[in-house]
Structure formats: C-alpha cells, structure tokens
T-cell receptor, first 113, second 108 residues
Framework: NAGVMQNPRHLVRRRGQEARLRCSPM?????VYWYRQLPEEGLKFMVY????????ESGMPKERFSAEFPKEGPSILRIQQVVRGDSAAYFC???????????FGSGTQLSVL | GQSLEQPSEVTAVEGAIVQINCTYQ??????LSWYQQHDGGAPTFLSY????GLEETGRFSSFLSRSDSYGYLLLQELQMKDSASYFC?????????FGTGTRLQVFP
C-alpha cells in the first residue's frame, strides 16, 4: 500500500509564475490536508479537503492560493503569481476520517527565485 | 484559538533519557499527539494520548495531564538516529494544530 505521494519533490519558479503541487492520498483515504513549513519552524495548517469539497481553508491566504480535491485524480495546491515569501516546504497529509493520526507525504520544496 | 509551546532545542548523549515538554491552550481538547520529523523528511506519527497517564511504545513514551494542559514525550536509550524534530499536536474538530517543534540533537 503506497503512502501519500507528492510531486514534484522540488519545484523552482520565478516570481510571477504559477506553482502546482500535487498530492495523492493513501488508498482508502478521503481526507486531505495541506501544511506549509518554513525552515526551523512548525507545520502551519493551510487547508482541509474531502473529495470535491473544501472543508476548512482558514489557514490559506485569501489571494493567489487555491486548492482542490477532484473526484478523480490527486489533490492540487495552486499558487498563482508566486513571490519569494512563498518559498517553503509544502506537505500534504491524508487520513481515512477526521482522525488524530495523519499520514504525511515527503513534501514539495518550493523555491521562488 | 489554539497554541502549543515546546522548548526549541534539547541536547543529550547516546543512551541517555530525554523529556520533551508541551503545554497547550485550546478552546476544545480531544487529545495530544506527537510526531517525529528528520531533516528533509516527512513528519511521522509517534503517539496519541486521549486520556491522562503514560502510554508506552518501545523506547518512546508519552504522558498527558489534562488538568495541567501539559504533556511530554519521553525518549529512552537514546540513539543517534533519534536526532530529529519532535512536534506535539492537538486535533480540533477538523484539523491537527502543531506546536513549534523541539529539535533534539543526540551526541555520541
């Protein structure tokens, strides 16, 4: 049973470009969470999705950031018009339900030049 | 809102015992989780305490006191591979909120 798969592992973008981060949850998991982590800091909650629904996006910036989890395919975190401050590690996690135990992917390291 | 406080760094030698504390303030409380993260790696689940007391899993134990809004992770017989960051976390109704993290460095 494959774990949570994130790609790409590393993503380099220039300011103003778009970044698309993908996350395939573990098989059987319908709950997906996105977290952002800056160096030497903790994990900051961004958004929680179930299939085709955004349940909680209270941690996501109102502009430029969006997330989806379509019926078919991976969850996508999309950052438009990236700025240097968006450089961070973005982790996706999944769970079978609202659960205290999350399974994390290896993350996408976004670098904005 | 929720806040969780942890020491930023702890150091110890191989074979020793170390305790990483976590104090929390939450509007609702369901339990306390612990996660381990090696540099460049994914966070991985270690333990969860829903009730007061000590939960033991091999060399790692986790403790919770709901009345004191306090918990800790206890690591025994430390090994070099235990060098990592450790995060406490509390579940809310729909997400997991993480503490600031404690970086553990184990020396030979």
């Amino acid at each position: 049973n494959a774990g949570v798969m994130q790609n790409p592992r590393h993503l380099v973008r220039r300011r103003g470009q778009e970044a698309r981060l993908r996350c395939s949850p573990m098989k059987g998991h319908s709950h997906v969470y996105w977290y952002r982590q800056l160096p030497e800091e903790g994990l900051k909650f961004m958004v929680y999705l179930q299939k085709e629904n955004i349940i909680d996006e209270s941690g996501m910036p109102k502009e430029r950031f969006s997330a989806e989890f379509p019926k078919e395919g991976p969850s996508i975190l999309r950052i438009q018009q990236v700025v240097r401050g968006d450089s961070a590690a973005y982790f996706c996690a999944s769970s079978p339900g609202v659960d205290e135990k999350l399974f994390f992917g290896s993350g996408t390291q976004l670098s904005v030049l | 809102g929720q806040s969780l406080e942890q020491p930023s760094e702890v150091t110890a030698v191989e074979g020793a015992i170390v305790q990483i504390n976590c104090t929390y303030q939450t509007s609702g409380f369901y339990g306390l989780s612990w996660y381990q993260q090696h540099d460049g790696g994914a966070p991985t689940f270690l333990s969860y305490n829903a009730l007061d007391g000590l939960e033991e899993t091999g060399r790692f134990s986790s403790f919770l006191s709901r009345s004191d809004s306090y918990g800790y992770l206890l690591l025994q017989e430390l090994q070099m591979k235990d060098s990592a960051s450790y995060f406490c976390a509390v579940p809310t109704t729909d997400k997991l909120i993480f503490g600031t993290g404690t970086r553990l460095q184990v020396f030979p």
